[in-house]
């Protein structure tokens, strides 16, 4: 029973707040809504990337003597950008359902949202393991405002340029797909180098997360408007 109420309420911490910005995201499109069954794949797939990413991380962490080093922190970050791109792209951005520019930011997204829903699951689950429920109610909130976000707008990153460049030429779009995951590393891994340096100031970095994602609402409407 102990097992069952930590791991419920661990899905209900982690799943919780991705799905209320799934449905958040998912407005930006509600003009052509895409397939709701697509779109609970990709959640998915986001979700058991996890357990691709878990042990190539683990193996990074001890190729690097168990040191968080730079190097460190932007493999993890290339790692979780990287499997995330080749979730979507298998399971929709390759798919005849993406049929309009936006369609691969609102899967970037979701797949995006599905990751951070399952490591939000497993970061709770610890804690709560460990005897720190308080810890972990306080620990769900803050990934609400700024883990989960951080996943949202390095993920969107390449779904910009992969719409941007919708109506474009094969090389610009290829082009523009390596600058966009390019991008989305460098977004993930200062994010996550400025957690470990500000550890006591994480205000400043979960406003800057905020400026980013105020930044990717304005960037979507452009989105939006490419034409041929």
Same mark, same amino acid.
């Given at each position: 029973?102990?097992?069952?109420n930590s791991?419920?309420?661990?899905?209900?911490?982690?799943?919780?707040p991705?799905?209320?910005? #799934?449905?958040?995201?998912?407005?930006?499109?509600?003009?052509?809504p895409?397939?709701? #069954?697509r779109?609970?794949?990709?959640? =998915? $797939?986001?979700?058991?990337? $996890?357990?691709?990413? =878990?042990?190539?991380?683990?193996?990074?962490?001890?190729f690097?003597? #168990?040191?968080?080093s730079?190097?460190?922190v932007?493999?993890?970050?290339? $790692?979780?950008?990287?499997i995330?791109?080749i979730?979507?792209?298998?399971t929709a951005?390759k798919?005849?359902?993406?049929?309009?520019p936006i369609?691969?930011?609102i899967?970037?997204?979701?797949?995006?949202?599905?990751?951070?829903?399952m490591?939000?699951?497993l970061?709770?689950?610890? =804690?709560?393991?460990?005897?720190?429920?308080?810890?972990?109610?306080?620990?769900?909130?803050?990934?609400?405002l700024?883990?989960?976000?951080?996943?949202v707008?390095?993920?969107?990153?390449?779904?910009?340029?992969?719409g941007?460049?919708?109506?474009k030429?094969?090389? $610009?779009?290829?082009?523009?797909?390596?600058?966009?995951?390019?991008l989305?590393?460098l977004?993930?891994t200062?994010?996550?180098?400025?957690?470990?340096?500000l550890e006591n100031?994480?205000?400043?970095i979960f406003?800057?997360?905020?400026v980013?994602?105020?930044?990717?609402?304005? =960037?979507?409407?452009?989105?939006?408007?490419?034409?041929?």
């Amino acid at each position: 029973m102990y097992l069952f109420n930590s791991v419920s309420l661990s899905l209900l911490g982690g799943l919780l707040p991705s799905l209320l910005w #799934l449905w958040f995201w998912l407005k930006e499109d509600r003009l052509h809504p895409e397939p709701k #069954l697509r779109v609970a794949t990709v959640f =998915l $797939v986001g979700m058991v990337s $996890v357990f691709i990413v =878990l042990p190539i991380e683990k193996f990074i962490f001890e190729f690097n003597f #168990l040191s968080i080093s730079i190097m460190t922190v932007m493999l993890w970050a290339s $790692v979780e950008e990287i499997i995330k791109y080749i979730g979507a792209h298998l399971t929709a951005l390759k798919n005849k359902v993406v049929d309009e520019p936006i369609d691969a930011v609102i899967y970037m997204i979701t797949v995006a949202l599905g990751f951070s829903a399952m490591e939000n699951t497993l970061f709770i689950f610890n =804690l709560i393991d460990t005897g720190q429920l308080s810890q972990s109610i306080i620990t769900g909130n803050s990934r609400f405002l700024g883990a989960t976000l951080l996943h949202v707008a390095s993920s969107a990153a390449i779904g910009v340029m992969i719409g941007i460049t919708y109506y474009k030429k094969v090389w $610009v779009k290829k082009f523009f797909l390596i600058l966009g995951i390019a991008l989305s590393i460098l977004l993930h891994t200062i994010f996550n180098l400025l957690i470990i340096k500000l550890e006591n100031n994480l205000f400043f970095i979960f406003a800057g997360v905020w400026v980013l994602i105020i930044l990717l609402i304005v =960037l979507i409407e452009k989105v939006k408007k490419v034409q041929p």
